[in-house]
T-cell receptor, first 111, second 114 residues
Framework: DAKTTQPPSMDCAEGRAANLPCNHS???????VYWYRQIHSQGPQYIIH???NNETNEMASLIITEDRKSSTLILPHATLRDTAVYYCIVRALYNFNKFYFGSGTKLNVKP | NAGVTQTPKFQVLKTGQSMTLQCAQD?????MYWYRQDPGMGLRLIYY???????DKGEVPNGYNVSRLNKREFSLRLESAAPSQTSVYFC?????????????FGPGTRLTVL
């Protein structure tokens, strides 16, 4: 199963775009890339997912490289409320027990 | 629409005591999960239930049992609590089946075992 590598922490100025990288060099062809975030000690919150095409929703954009070995989550206009730990996860459909959160990236949005 | 609810929110146990953590979802989801999160770490899957009537072990099942009571409810039981089980426990649910299975999480139960 593909595991992910993320930087432990990043800073971003309020109002600027936050670009969070994730390396998943051993990803398989049927594995999706998911992003979740966890604010304080709340339950994680789903952000976005994708297979190989770039995806965008009301929260963020997901850019997946052509070889699918890495991806970037983009928060276009970060606010203080976006300060959280962001988790990049890869998992194939039906693999219910293969959802590894890892340590994530702590994003600090500063005024 | 409450989403995923968990009870209790906080609990302190003594070593050897038992307890059951309750989880319920009102989204008509097929799949439910139990995770634990130790300080400074990501979540680890304890058990999951892909559909009503089935349960399977996750990454860290030792010391726990689960019951999928019905489609809505999924409980986690600690038969003989140990200090190593001090953690925050999260329940989650997802649609299941062939979809991407976005998971929705509850607010967590903070458990301390003395």
């Amino acid at each position: 199963d593909a595991k992910t590598t993320q930087p432990p922490s990043m800073d971003c100025a309020e109002g600027r775009a936050a670009n969070l990288p994730c390396n998943h060099s051993t990803i398989s062809g049927n594995e999706y890339v998911y992003w979740y975030r966890q604010i304080h000690s709340q339950g994680p919150q789903y952000i976005i997912h994708g297979l190989k095409n770039n995806e965008t929703n009301e929260m963020a954009s997901l850019i997946i490289t052509e070889d699918r070995k890495s991806s970037t989550l983009i928060l276009p206009h970060a606010t203080l409320r976006d300060t959280a730990v962001y988790y990049c996860i890869v998992r194939a459909l039906y693999n219910f027990n293969k959802f590894y959160f890892g340590s994530g990236t702590k994003l600090n949005v500063k005024p | 629409n409450a989403g995923v609810t968990q009870t209790p929110k906080f609990q302190v146990l003594k070593t050897g005591q038992s307890m059951t953590l309750q989880c319920a979802q009102d989204m008509n989801h097929n799949s439910m999960y139990w995770y634990r999160q130790d300080p400074g770490m990501g979540l680890r899957l304890i058990y999951y239930s892909a559909s009503e009537g089935t349960t399977d072990k996750g990454e860290v099942p030792n010391g726990y049992n689960v019951s999928r009571l019905n489609k809505r409810e999924f409980s986690l039981r600690l038969e003989s609590a140990a200090p190593s089980q001090t953690s925050v426990y999260f329940c989650a649910s997802s649609e299941g089946g062939s979809g991407p299975n976005e998971q929705f999480f509850g607010p967590g139960t903070r458990l301390t075992v003395l």
